[in-house]
């Protein structure tokens, strides 16, 4: 039986996975778990962590013998991966399980936003309509230009959900793809001939404030903005005023700079629907990436191979 460190929530179905493979050592069972891994950490071959979640260079250090962190979700911004490469520590994550549930989120709010959901359901269940009568019309959905940043997996699968809307589909990423959509070298420029921008980018150094006060600008008074990637993408600040001085129309945001803290500015906007970073989290994606995560450390102790290791990995493989 292996030793098996964990820093993300365990559930009873995740729990009974792994028990029968490792000795569970929880951080949450810790007062503090990196002085716990100074005494325990010699011997412990695996980590279980979470994408979101900081897995710190202080727990790396008091893992001596470690040779594999298996985390949780698609982005893995909370791991050191130079760190781990250079100590030839794997990392995995859990791509394409989630696809379709975080594009479903980012149709959620996008849809909130053009039908001003918020506002409506305030107006009914307020009991205004029956004294102030109706609301004015929102705006429809079908036929936009919507501006993706970040057309991988899961943008990919948010152009397919937008197709019975209509939409016109444009991407800004590192390099042009061969899709049946318009690229842009310039994320300003594409900004600027969208309706709605919708960011599905991971976080990290590369990307912080990547839509900056020009690129929410250039969406214009009527546009919207749709973040289901990382909130160290937008320059929040920037964001709220925007939208407090009407150059921005709306925007629905399931990521947040500080998670997670909202800014009370944004929790008061109408114009802004907001959701407490729920991109994948229906029963049916989690079970699915939880499963992964554990599939990914016993293929590691049966072969030494992994299913889904992050590109980072690859030369350790």
């Known amino acids: 039986m292996h030793d098996l460190f964990v820093i993300t929530p365990l559930n009873d179905a995740l729990r009974d996975a792994l028990s029968p493979h490792f000795r569970i050592h929880h951080a949450d069972d810790m007062d503090d778990p990196a002085a716990w891994l100074a005494e325990n950490g010699a011997g412990i071959s695996y980590a279980l962590g979470e994408g979101g979640l900081k897995f710190h260079n202080a727990y790396l250090d008091r893992l001596p013998d470690l040779k594999l962190i298996s985390s949780v979700g698609v982005g893995y911004d909370g791991i050191d991966t130079a760190a781990t490469t250079a100590r030839g520590v794997i990392v995995t994550h859990t791509p394409n399980v989630l696809n379709d549930e975080v594009a479903t989120t980012a149709l959620m709010l996008l849809i909130a936003c053009y039908r001003e959901f918020n506002a409506n359901v305030a107006h009914a269940t307020s009991g205004a309509w029956a004294t102030k009568g109706n609301m004015p019309p929102s705006r429809s959905v079908d036929h936009r230009t919507i501006g993706i940043l970040g057309l991988g997996r899961i943008g990919q699968a948010i152009a397919d959900k937008l197709a019975p809307f209509h939409a016109k589909i444009l991407y800004h990423g590192r390099s042009e793809r061969d899709l049946p959509y318009t690229y842009y070298a310039d994320l300003t420029e594409m900004a600027r001939d969208a309706d ?122």
């Open 196 to 317: 709605a921008l919708i960011c599905v980018v991971p976080g990290g150094a590369s990307t912080h404030h990547l839509i900056n006060a020009e690129v929410i600008s250039a969406l214009g008074p009527n546009g919207i903005l749709v973040n289901v990637g990382r909130g160290t993408t937008v320059d929040e600040s920037a964001l709220i005023d925007a939208l407090g001085a009407g150059r921005l129309g709306a925007a629905g945001l399931d990521v947040f700079e500080q998670e997670p803290n909202i800014p009370q500015a944004l929790r008061d906007m109408s114009n802004v629907t907001l959701t407490p970073h729920i991109g994948s989290a229906t029963v049916e994606t989690r079970a699915a990436m939880m499963q992964l995560s554990v599939d990914n450390l016993l293929q590691h102790i049966k072969d030494g191979s992994v299913i889904t290791p992050v590109p980072e990995s690859a030369p350790l493989l």
